[in-house]
């Protein structure tokens, strides 16, 4: 049986082994870019919409910049194509900065700046994904 030391250091030698050398592009704003993520106009009620209607998902991904737990989810967890091309294939993913500036309409009408809605829904770590499924 192993015990719990043993399976940390097995789990940290599986990760460290499953590292593929990938570097992820980093943007002006200094955050970690896919060339998958979205590009829109940042009212999530309408990007919601267009996602169901495509029969997609939406994911809103927060990061921010200097985040090594960002930087690994892109090297490593993107870098896996079982995960990547699962994403690509089910959800339209929206990168939002958690001390960013930029104006997004919330589901609800709200007008407010990425960081205030980061506040507003409970942002207070990254990445921090949440995850919105349209009716079928």
């Not at 940290?12 to 590009?39: C, I, S, Y």
């Not at 699962?86 to 500036?101: E, P, R, S």
């Amino acid at each position: 049986m192993l015990t719990r030391r043993q399976f940390t250091f097995a789990g940290a030698a599986a990760f460290g082994a499953a590292r593929t050398g990938f570097a992820a592009e980093v943007g002006d704003d200094g955050l970690h870019k896919q060339p998958w993520f979205l590009d829109t106009f940042l009212e999530l009620g309408d990007d919601l919409a267009a996602a169901a209607d495509n029969g997609r998902h939406l994911m809103i991904l927060y990061e921010q910049n200097g985040c090594p737990y960002c930087r690994e989810l892109h090297e490593v967890n993107f870098a896996r194509s079982e995960l990547s091309d699962y994403i690509k294939a089910h959800y339209d993913v929206i990168q939002l900065d958690m001390f960013g500036a930029r104006e997004v309409l919330d589901f609800d009408g709200q007008a407010l700046e990425e960081r205030d809605l980061a506040a507003k829904w409970g942002v207070n770590f990254t990445p921090h994904g949440r995850f919105l499924m349209h009716n079928s």
